[in-house]
């Protein structure tokens, strides 16, 4: 396991609050959208949020048995804490409505949208695609804003260096330029998120399976295909 | 030149008749085809949502004859939470339902309704009703934020300050009521800040309550606002684009007033923006902040309009002297941009998809406000000088990001002074921003004097009664012209209806004028009508081109013989004369010059061509073409022509 896993698995187990933000952001929407499938309209965004909330909870009392040694995704273990929080959530519901807990409730996991919980091909895709656009949110705060800019308006809105250059009110080779450096910025902050976030040799090749691993105009492809499908599954919003 | 004079008329006539008939669509037929149209939406809305109110109306009634028995079974059993919540839902089903059927038939077509900000009159039941407050009578109360204080609209009542506004909102935090005790404290805090930023009017406590009392501003939120404006689903249209644009530079400029005075808001969002017709205006202050507060920092504030750089520097424990508070107002600002022109929340921060077509510049000022925390706006009036170069563009969606003056370096309003350097020694007790007044004193006889609190650069704030009186203005003034441009509207259809009118009636005039001057020109001079031609002798060769041909050549040889001619009608002469002389295209000299060699070969006096008048075909024009020149006559018009009558 990579260096950077191991530390930021240290970060947690000793309760480093930015480390459990950072969690909290790279993989909280992932959560929120699975428990909302789950869910399967029986439950709104607020109690989703709640819930996403607990399994991070429950996850801090519980990040010290996790073992990566062991083979198992840090994504699947924290899927199956969100899971238990979401049987818990609802086997409270049945008990108010039986009135407060008077028979033992019958665990009926019909409610998982017909899925019954398991990890799908989906879900591990989504998360792929948070961590990301963790490094494309991590490489915008560490690239220069007109470098950034460029980049997102070249790569992920799709528009020509011509029209950009236009817009900017700059040379192309300038626009060239911005674009090297915000792409070399990317690729660096996508191998530090992809070793940071992988704790399996699967998880460590995702991003060479994805294209990542090609040159500038393969790569540059494979981040806004992998951006627009992130950023298309926005949260349920009230 | 009279032709020209015709055409100038016919295109000058066609000209101002059509643009009559333009005024006139627009000024007449079009609002008769938008009130029509109206009718007919508001008819189809009314039948579509009433049937489909009336089909949720049966499927509630299934529901409850369903649950009835349920119900009874609960009664029966002695379960009355369970049984008064059921009851409690089919009411509350009923109740929607009511409320659609009324709300189809009293809103305007294609308005959505949204919630006003009007007080209600009755209290939640559970809540104090807020006891008494000195001064003012409370007269309803508006919905509580997550403060946990109760929001009373009062009015002035015996007791009151002179110059009190017609209404003000007062915060009351009760500890009965369940108040937390650190809320009514972090609040007490930012009263400092609220009074000096003209904020608060008064405020006081008891032994139970602590409240503060502020001018009230009616309208709706933001989020109530913008909901008409994205109900087609779009984007805005371009106006709504400008009035967005508007109320974001207003949001700009509250900030900047904020920062300049050593304090920030830091819970700026859509719900605490307040729209009416004077503008946006940004209230609660319930976690105003001075920017040089040695507090630790806290995370409060809301989800997708809160920085995560606030978020991170407060989990590492930051104090807020630490940081540049008014960057986060900037990055609220901007998220509140992105809610405005997207309709919906930044659920992805900064690399949130726009997917509404405004223009680049909108997108970079929003982008360039939730970027990282060093690489944002330095200041909230660099982000405004941005805005106002957008509101003030006749095109938004054609503004460049390099025309906007954070780009070309262009003036900018002037920025906020500088703030104190964070823990600096002697920096917090300097007057004007965190001491007691500097007071000089201007008359030692009467004991007038004036406060010296201002800092250099920093807005001039009035005090709240005078912000209040203001707004009351304000209000006064744009409702006062918002009369005035009706007025002026109404004149103006009024107007364009009369030069409709008139341009028709020009243009039915010059039709008129054109037509009959027109035919007047278009005839030749008519020569006069004489009774017989001029006498003269000699051999007079008829040529004739008149339709009655034979009538109209006796009348001549008549009328030449009575002036001494002898006119002969021999063909051969006649088709002679007709091969060399073109007899309908010449006139004058040049008729007489070519018609000379026929005339001596024939030994002819002269030659008369008969024709008919160009504007009665029964009139007889008489050419008489002799050697040195010709001359036209008119003779009386023939008898009619006798109508035959088939005999059976």
């Known amino acids: 396991m990579h260096q950077l896993t191991t530390s930021f698995v240290r970060r947690l187990r000793d309760r480093d609050d930015a480390a459990w933000f950072e969690l909290w952001q790279v993989f909280g929407p992932v959560l929120r959208g699975q428990l909302m499938k789950w869910g399967n309209g029986r439950v709104g965004f607020e109690t989703v949020r709640d819930l996403s909330q607990q399994t991070l909870a429950a996850l801090s009392t519980s990040i010290e048995r996790f073992d990566p040694t062991r083979g198992v995704r840090f994504s699947t273990w924290l899927l199956a804490i969100a899971r238990h929080a979401l049987s818990d959530e609802m086997d409270r519901r049945m008990a108010l409505k039986r009135g407060s807990g008077k028979r033992p409730a019958h665990l009926n996991e019909d409610w998982m949208g017909g899925i019954g919980g398991a990890v799908d091909a989906a879900y591990e895709r989504k998360i792929f695609e948070a961590k990301v656009a963790a490094a494309i949110r991590r490489a915008e705060s560490s690239s220069d804003f007109m470098s950034f800019e460029v980049y997102r308006m070249r790569v992920l809105d799709g528009r020509s260096g011509r029209e950009v250059a236009d817009q900017l009110g700059v040379s192309q080779p300038t626009i060239s330029r911005h674009l090297s450096r915000s792409r070399a910025e990317l690729r660096s902050r996508l191998t530090e998120i992809i070793a940071t976030w992988s704790f399996t040799p699967e998880e460590m090749a995702e991003a060479e399976l994805a294209g990542l691993s090609s040159d500038d105009a393969l790569f540059d492809e494979a981040i806004a295909e992998i951006w627009h499908c992130a950023s298309s599954t926005d949260e349920p919003l009230t | ?648």
Not at chain 2, 65 to 94: K, N, Y
Request: aromatic letters at 6%.
């Open chain 2, 1 to 648: 030149m009279a032709r020209i004079f015709i055409i100038m008329a016919i295109v000058l006539g066609c000209l101002i008749g059509a643009a009559a008939i333009g005024v006139l669509l627009r000024h007449l037929l079009a609002p008769i085809l938008s009130g029509i149209l109206r009718v007919v939406q508001f008819i189809g809305r009314v039948v579509i949502e009433l049937v489909a109110d009336l089909m949720t109306a049966c499927w509630n009634v299934i529901v409850t004859v369903l649950t009835l028995p349920i119900l009874l079974i609960m009664l029966l059993l002695g379960r009355w939470e369970a049984a008064g919540r059921t009851m409690s839902r089919i009411g509350d089903r009923f109740r929607t339902v009511g409320r659609r059927v009324v709300g189809v038939v009293t809103r305007p077509a294609g308005v959505a309704s949204p919630p006003r900000r009007t007080p209600k009159r009755t209290q939640k039941k559970g809540r104090r009703s807020g006891g008494a407050f000195p001064g003012w009578r409370v007269v309803g109360s508006l919905e509580s934020g997550g403060s946990g204080a109760v929001m009373h609209i009062a009015e002035p009542a015996e007791g009151a300050p002179a110059d009190a506004p017609d209404r003000v909102v007062i915060k009351c935090f009760d500890l009965k009521d369940g108040s937390p005790l650190g809320q009514m404290i972090r609040e007490s805090r930012a009263l400092d800040g609220a009074k000096r930023l003209g904020l608060v009017i008064e405020h006081d406590h008891d032994e139970q309550r602590f409240w503060y009392i502020m001018p009230f501003i009616p309208g709706s939120h933001l989020g109530e606002t913008l909901g008409p404006l994205h109900a087609t689903g779009h984007g805005l249209s371009p106006q709504s684009l400008l009035d967005v644009l508007g109320w974001s530079r207003d949001l700009l400029t509250t900030l900047h007033g904020y920062h300049a005075s050593g304090f920030w808001h830091k819970d700026v969002k859509p719900e605490n923006i307040i729209t009416n017709e004077s503008g946006a205006h940004l209230v609660d202050l319930g976690l105003v902040t001075p920017l040089q507060s040695a507090m630790t920092l806290t995370t409060h504030g809301t989800e997708y309009f809160r920085d995560p750089e606030l978020v991170r520097q407060a989990l590492r424990g930051a104090k807020v002297s630490e940081v540049d508070g008014a960057r986060f107002d900037i990055y609220s600002a901007g998220a509140v941009l992105y809610y405005m022109v997207e309709g919906t929340f930044p659920a992805h921060g900064n690399l949130s998809h726009f997917d509404r077509e405004h223009g680049d510049a909108v997108r970079w000022v929003v982008r360039r406000a939730m970027a990282d925390y060093n690489q944002r706006y330095a200041t909230a009036a660099d982000m405004l000088a941005d805005l106002q170069y957008l509101a003030s563009s006749t095109d938004v969606r054609a503004v460049r990001p390099a025309d906007l003056p954070s780009m070309t370096g262009a003036a900018v309003p002037p920025s906020p002074p500088p703030r104190p350097a964070a823990n600096v020694p002697g920096q917090h007790g300097q007057h004007g921003q965190h001491g007691r007044p500097n007071l000089e004193v201007t008359d030692w006889w009467s004991g007038s004097y004036r406060v010296n609190d201002a800092v250099a650069g920093a807005p001039n704030l009035p005090d709240a009664f005078t912000q209040a009186r203001q707004a009351r203005q304000a209000r006064l003034a744009a409702r006062a012209a918002e009369r005035q441009r009706r007025r002026e509207a109404r004149r103006a259809r009024m107007g364009g209806f009369v030069a409709a009118v008139v341009g028709f009636a020009v243009l039915v005039t010059s039709y008129f004028l054109v037509v009959g001057v027109g035919s007047d020109w278009s005839t030749p001079d008519a020569p006069p009508v004489v009774a017989s031609i001029p006498p003269g002798y000699g051999n007079v060769v008829l040529v004739n081109d008149h339709p009655r041909r034979l009538e109209a050549a006796t009348a001549v040889s008549a009328a030449l013989r009575d002036s001494g001619w002898a006119p002969t009608a021999d063909a051969a002469i006649e088709a002679s004369f007709r091969r060399t002389v073109p007899t309908t295209s010449l006139d004058g000299a040049e008729l007489a010059a070519m018609a000379a060699p026929v005339l001596a070969t024939h030994e002819l006096t002269a030659a008369a061509i008969i024709q008919a008048s160009a504007d009665d075909p029964d009139g007889v024009d008489v050419v008489l073409v002799r050697g040195d020149g010709s001359e036209r006559y008119r003779l009386p018009e023939l008898d009619a022509e006798p109508v035959i009558q088939s005999t059976p």
